[in-house]
């Protein structure tokens, strides 16, 4: 009897460990991933460029929430960024300024005060 609940806390802390395994290289893998591509963006030029936010979204998924602001600029094409919760906050649809990114990552908006 001994000998049999030996086994069986063998086997199950050996599939543990399996499981845990499998966790700790798929984390490390998406975080290596994701340092690469911020590697990557870094070598693009910093773009300074004069936009007006057209829409705001949100992508809300189990316990996070992504923030997202889509922006026109005067010569036609459209982008979104995905930003911190902060600065959707505080921006609005329909605010003009001079936007501030580096590759596919937004880094920054200067609202320009709107006409009276």
Known sequence: MDFIFIAFLLVTSLVLIFFVLIIVCVAV?????????ETQ???????????CIIGKRLEIMGFWTRYYLTFQFFYGNREEFEVN?????????GDIGILHS????????DRLPRPR
């Open 102 to 109: 580096q590759g596919n990552y937004y880094t920054g908006f």
């Open 29 to 37: 893998f998406a975080m290596s991933a994701r340092l690469y591509r």
């Open 85 to 93: 919760g902060k600065e959707y906050g505080l921006l609005a649809k």
């Open 41 to 51: 963006m870094r070598h693009y030029p910093p773009a300074i460029r004069e936009a």
